[in-house]
């Protein structure tokens, strides 16, 4: 062992000695090893490099400390060799940080993000989370680039599906619980770090195109899109990621006032700032630098710690620092943060991984099991005349391209999972109805064009039923696929009207990254089961609810539009000085009609004002019914809880989950507020017939917005509140804040 090496592991078993296990027990530990590296070996902490091929076509950079982390690799055998390089050859041995875009599962794949959102379970992604960490720190992965918490209220952004919905309060649960479970409530060795991202406002990208510019101005920042953040950062998330758009003709990646002033100023985060894949260079592009070393300076000068592959820290931070255009005590902060991460990793203690105890984890009975449920709860009914639940003995056509497409199940960002181990809805149902399933596809995938389907008519009427699989392939979701027209690509929506055709009943299920606007498709349809692209082990958890083993639960995370020309349509939004109040529409208008404003509301002519599904909304096999809504006081403190008690009752033959969802309503602020705010939700299972009384908490502080003043607090007036199966039900109460 290098003498250097040597002095460093002492200083290291030291300051563990004599400190304990605190957070100064942490930096105690980052100290010593800071105070040991030259310039070099600090800039190098700070890049991030993706990796492939040959373990030796990096093995002299990793060696000289040049290196910080890599990402993409997942041999757990070149894992373990790249660590050996770091550890065992570099001068102070110090680990590499190893990442991967882990989003929604490992191997083990689950709901994509926005199909999580969907089960409004906290405690259910949670699980799916740890899983994940499981299976990818078996492979030697330390750190995914997970959660997205970008508030996304354009379906025709392809991100959209990497993420929570539309609304801040589901979001922060959304995140909190994934931070918990990607990185555990105790720090080990199955702990992987997670990235909340893309900080911020990437999901207001304008016309929903990816990579563009946003415009949201302070207040909307601040109540809308930073709270999933903040959320995320009480929770424990050890890294955060830049973003690419920039907001108000600031980048992400250089904007001081978000990520020094608030990120670690305000909110005291001490993690890890990395830039998404070039953002720093992109700076450039924005015409926000006039080439890399400026883009250097301003990403430092920003609080970025660690450049994704631009090498523009290794590159020029050294000499700049040496021009004393940048400040050495500037990257001794940003190597802090890096060094942070991995002493609470355990990196310094564990470096290498069993590759044979890893390769045991992979696909655990226990990781599918979670994975299938996810799924089931995942799903959303939109639509049902009764045809379901599937009685036994009919016989069933299964169709369409999404029945039988096990790569396109898994949904976008699935790196490392394996369509040899998707169930697809064909294979659980044949499994589920032996015997009694016909198999005619109809279209071999969703962007396919046919004029006839003479094949699929003629099965179908062999049938007493018909299942179509409908939605869009993988990759026409995520990253860079937006899209302009939302509705049902290639012939799929000529198929469902054909099979409606021909007189027997027709269930739609459609597996999709995004809510598609669907309208014209309902009806040709006697039901529709809507299933954001659901992993694994979708197909199992599909034929469970086509079935009726399970009672449909999923509650839509965002508003399903009829027609892509209403984008953005969000239900938590401004009260206009116009509220539509059902005016006339575009078909009833007199010919000749005199030049008038009509209904002098805020509405489409030829659309109205109200989308197809609300948030929040989700039918089930039985009836749920709210009663008995009242609060324990007429007027509150700021320091108060409201105590929300009400009776739910399952008024159906069926045993079933509902999702009760609590709104408020600011009525008057020093700005104006949203027409309604999710406050609280709670997942409630009821056996038929059954009734019960449930008394939900909500914290009067939870109604603190920054006001015009730009202060945070909870102004004083009257407030509605709403407890609903979904955010446009349900009958208003009344209560007053002091």
Partial sequence: MKTSRLVLLIAIIAAVVSCGQRKSDVDTRVENILRQMTLSEKIGQMNQISVGGEVSNYAGAIRDGQVGSI???????????????????????????????????????????????ATFDPQLVEEGARVAALEATAQG??????????????????????????????????????????QGRTADSTSMAACIKHFVGYGAAEGGRDYNSTLIPEHLLRNVY???????????????????????????????????????????????????????????????????????????????????????FIGHLEEMVRRGEV?????????????????????????????????????????????????????ILLKNDGVLPLKDGLRILVTGPMADAPHDQ?????FDGEKSHTVTPLKALEERFPGKVIYVPGLAYSRQERDNFSDVVA???????????????????????????????????????????????????????????????LENCSAMLYSFHPGTMGGPALANLLAGDVNPSGKAPVTFLRTVGQAPMYYNHNMTGRP????????????????????????????????????????????????????????????????????LANTGSREG??????????????????????????RVSLAAGESRTITIGIPVSSLAFYGLDGKYGVEPGSFQLWVAGDSASGEPVEFEVL
């Fill in 71 to 117: 990402l993409n690799e997942v041999d757990p055998v070149k894992v373990n060799e790249y660590q050996r390089l770091a550890v065992e050859e570099s001068r102070l041995g110090i680990p590499l940080l190893v990442a991967r875009d882990v989003i929604h599962g490992f191997h083990t794949i689950f709901p994509i993000p926005l199909g999580l959102a």
């Fill in 141 to 182: 992965v330390r750190w995914t680039f997970s959660p997205m918490l970008d508030i996304a209220r354009d379906p025709r952004w392809g991100r959209i599906a990497e993420g929570s919905g539309e609304d801040p309060y589901l979001d922060a649960r959304m995140a909190e619980a994934m931070v918990y479970g990607y």
């Fill in 226 to 312: 930073l709270p999933p953040f903040e959320a995320a950062v009480k929770a424990g998330a050890m890294t955060l990621m830049t973003s690419f758009n920039d907001n108000d003709g600031i980048p992400s990646t250089g904007n001081k006032y978000v990520v020094k002033d608030i990120l670690r100023g305000e909110w005291g985060f001490d993690g890890l700032v990395v830039t998404d894949w070039n953002s720093m260079g992109e700076m450039i592009n924005h015409g926000f630098a006039a080439d890399r070393p400026e883009a250097v300076k301003k990403a430092v000068a920003a609080g970025v710690d660690m450049d994704m592959m631009t090498y523009g």
């Fill in 327 to 379: 400040k050495e005590s500037q990257i001794d902060a940003a190597v802090r943060d890096v060094l942070r991460v991995k002493v609470k990793l355990g990196l310094f203690e564990h470096p290498y991984i069993n590759i044979e105890e890893g390769a045991a984890v992979q696909y655990a009975p226990e990781h599918l099991a979670a994975a299938h449920k996810s799924a089931e709860e995942s799903a």
């Fill in 410 to 414: 898994l949904g976008t960002w699935t």
């Fill in 459 to 521: 099965a179908a009427r062999r049938a007493d039923v018909v299942l179509a699989f409908l939605g869009e392939e993988a990759i026409l979701s995520g990253e860079a696929h937006s899209l302009a027209d939302l509705n049902l690509i290639g012939s799929q929506s000529e198929l469902l009207k054909a099979l409606k055709a021909t007189g027997k009943p027709v269930v739609a299920t459609v597996m999709a990254g995004r809510p598609l606007t669907i309208e014209r498709d």
């Fill in 580 to 647: 539509y109040s059902g005016e006339l529409l575009m078909k009833d208008i007199p010919l000749e009609a005199g030049q008038t404003s009509l209904g002098n509301t805020s509405y489409y002519l030829d659309y109205g004002a109200y989308p197809l599904f609300p948030f929040g909304f989700g039918l089930s096999y039985t009836t749920f019914s709210y009663s008995n809504i009242g609060l324990d006081k007429e007027e509150y403190k700021a320091n108060d809880t409201i105590s929300v008690t009400f009776t």
């Fill in 657 to 682: 989950t509902e999702v009760a969802q609590v709104y408020v309503r600011d009525l008057v602020g020093s700005i104006a507020r949203p027409v309604k705010e999710l406050k609280a939700f709670e």
